[in-house]
Each structure stands twice: as structure tokens, then as C-alpha cells.
């Protein structure tokens, strides 16, 4: 038997440009398990289709944000090469997939799914109304994944319900059709702070709507003023000589996820490394102010090379589109091929060949 190979699927929402919340909680990850050699494909959806689940009135702004996600998926280091980079709209095996997993999972199961109800809130479905389309997502979702026989999901733990979600849906489907789907995992970050880096207002997420972002696309000026002018510290911390606190500190979150000992040689040489900064922090004597400007200098090493690159991109949106294109075509034929699986698992694949005849033919006859 053939070992199993190992595929990657994961996206974003072409909503917006990505943000540092998006690089730390996901593209670094993406960029290394691209680099580890250890996956035979790594799939990247754009998934415009579930954008317009909530975004049906606004089209345009899903259209306009597909080069603008794409642009940040390549200035991190995104390597068309060993990544495939592809449009869910683009991929009609998707719908067909969608349409048939939605006999398998009862509206009762979708409604629990802690995910599906903690967005219905955040966006405040409950008091204008329900998108069908948006409370399906979940199973959207399951037919992205399983029509790339993904066999690994990086995601957040907010999305661990997602995969289980996911993995109901191939559990059923193989019961009643046989062993067709392929059982995915869940891949979340090792890192703690890395799971969720919260607005610069110290707000749980970062949001576009609440001006919290950190932008990977934003010049150097406009982070120094989000750092200096909304970053929550510690409210208690009034005076430089005062002991501060971490708890809540989005200067110090920040830190924990992007600062190494090497930054500390060359922006803050009176500490070795975070530990010690903390500790004096703690204790009282360092202001936020030198805090917050060490943060600026570790920003602006991760930010410049990513801001270079896309410049280099943005100048040339001929070979960008041709990467989207490419990605997508390949995509469409990887999909198909488990589309036409899953038809023939359930018998409906009517015009593969013509031994319905001899069924028919039989039925009549008997």
C-alpha cells in the first residue's frame, strides 16, 4: 500500500489586507512549512466564495482584495513554486462537494458549532438575520479540505470546531459511500503567543472596523503611530519608577511573538534578552516609552523586507495574475479528480461510462 502523502491546505478571506495578527498566528508558519521539505503539497485558497457570505451586498471589495491578499502572500516569501496559490470561485468542484455534504450534517449540528456562533454574534447576525450561506460555511469549508485530500490544516484554536466539523462530514460520507474521503488533522501554532495577537488597543482581535491593526503593507510612519499613539500598556504604570505589569500589556505581547536575544544586541543592549526586560519592567524603573520604541525597531526588522518586496510585486501585476491563473488551473484539475471520486462513490457518476446500461437494462428485464 502506498504511503499516504501529506498535504497542506489552508487560506484567508479576501476581505482586506493582511495584517501582523495574519503573519504571526499563520503566513510565518505557512513560509517555514513551506521551506521544511516535509509536505508533498501546500495549498493556499483564497476563499472568496465564504468573503461573500457576509459581503454580498459589497462584491467589488472582495474582487479588489484578491491582489492585495495575494501581494502579501508573496512579499513573505510565498514561492509559487512549492505553494499553489488558487481562487475558490475558480473552482466549481467546490460548490458541487458543498451541495452534497450538506445532506450529511443536520441545521441542530451547524448551530452548535461554537465557531459559526461566536461569529453570528461578532457580526450581528442575531438581530438582523441569518445569511443561509453564511451558516454553512462550515461545511464550505469541509469541501475545500477534503477536495484536496488534505491530510494537514494549520489553523487557530478558534477553529479547532471547524476541522472537527470537517471530520464528522468525512466520517459519515465514508460510512454510507465507503472509504473515499480523506481524515484530516488539525496543525495549531506551538507557540502560545502566536495564537492570537490581539489589536494594538489590546482589543481580543485584530479588526479593520476598530483601526487596531498593524498592517504588513504599512509604512514606517503609520506603525510608529500605531505603536506610540493606540498601543495599550499598563494603565497602572503611571510613572517610569513604578512596577509594571505584563498581564494585558500588548507592548510585551508583541514582543513575546516577534523578539529573539539578537534584537536586543542591536536596538536595547542593557538586556540580554526578553526575560531581563521584563523582570526590570516589573520591578519598576523602565518606562514604556523605551519599551515601546525597542517594539518599533524589532516592527520595523520584520516589516522593511516584507514592504520591500511587495513594492517589487506591485510592479509587476502581469506575473502576479499568471501565479494566481496558473495556481488556479492546477487546482481545478486536483479537484475535479476528487469530485469525480466522490460521484462515483455515490453512484450518481451517471456518464463515466456505460454500465449504467447493463443496470438498467437488468433492472427492466428482472
Not at 130 to 138: I, M, V
Request: charged content about 30%; proline content about 4%; overall charge negative.
Amino acid at each position: 500500500m502506498a504511503e499516504q502523502k501529506q498535504i497542506i491546505l489552508t487560506g484567508d478571506r479576501p476581505t482586506g489586507r493582511l495584517h501582523l495578527g495574519h503573519y504571526v498566528g499563520s503566513l510565518k508558519r505557512r513560509v517555514e512549512l513551506q521551506n521544511s521539505g516535509k509536505f508533498d503539497e501546500i495549498n493556499i485558497l483564497i476563499a472568496d466564495d465564504q468573503a461573500l457570505t457576509d459581503n454580498a451586498d459589497n462584491p467589488g471589495k472582495i474582487r479588489e482584495n484578491i491582489i492585495n491578499v495575494v501581494l502579501d502572500y508573496l512579499s513573505v516569501g510565498l514561492d509559487p513554486e512549492k505553494t499553489t496559490i488558487c481562487v475558490q470561485s475558480a473552482l466549481p468542484a467546490l460548490h458541487a462537494l458543498t451541495f452534497y455534504y450538506l445532506n450529511l450534517v443536520t441545521t441542530a449540528r451547524l448551530s452548535r458549532n461554537p465557531t459559526v456562533k461566536a461569529e453570528i454574534q461578532m457580526r450581528g447576525f442575531e438581530d438582523e438575520g441569518l445569511p443561509a450561506g453564511f451558516f454553512c460555511y462550515p461545511v464550505s469549508q469541509a469541501a475545500d479540505i477534503t477536495a484536496f485530500d488534505a491530510t494537514v490544516v494549520p489553523v487557530g484554536e478558534d477553529q479547532l470546531p471547524m476541522i472537527e466539523q470537517t471530520r464528522e462530514i468525512v466520517e459519515k460520507f465514508n460510512k454510507v459511500y465507503g472509504e473515499t474521503l480523506v481524515l484530516p488533522k488539525a496543525m495549531i501554532p506551538e507557540n502560545e503567543t502566536q495564537r492570537r495577537l490581539p489589536g494594538v488597543d489590546g482589543k481580543a482581535k485584530m479588526s479593520k472596523s476598530l483601526g487596531n491593526c498593524i498592517y504588513l503593507s504599512d509604512d514606517a510612519k503609520t506603525v510608529k503611530k500605531q505603536v506610540n499613539g493606540k498601543m495599550f500598556t499598563d494603565p497602572q504604570h503611571l510613572k517610569i519608577e513604578d512596577p509594571g505589569h505584563l498581564e494585558g500589556n500588548v507592548v510585551f505581547t508583541y514582543l513575546d511573538a516577534l523578539c529573539t536575544d539578537e534584537h536586543f544586541g542591536r536596538y536595547l543592549p542593557d538586556y540580554a534578552n526578553l526575560d531581563e526586560m521584563k523582570a526590570h519592567y516589573c520591578r519598576g524603573g523602565l518606562g514604556d516609552g523605551t519599551c515601546k520604541k525597542f517594539l518599533i525597531n524589532v516592527l520595523e526588522e520584520t516589516l522593511e523586507p516584507i514592504r520591500t518586496a511587495r513594492a517589487q510585486w506591485e510592479k509587476d501585476i502581469d506575473t502576479v495574475y499568471d501565479i494566481i491563473r496558473t495556481g488556479t488551473l492546477k487546482a481545478q484539475e486536483r479537484t475535479n479528480a476528487t469530485l469525480a471520486r466522490v460521484r462515483k462513490a455515490m453512484r450518481i457518476n451517471y456518464f463515466d461510462d456505460r454500465e449504467i446500461i447493463k443496470e438498467w437494462d437488468k433492472m427492466l428485464k428482472g
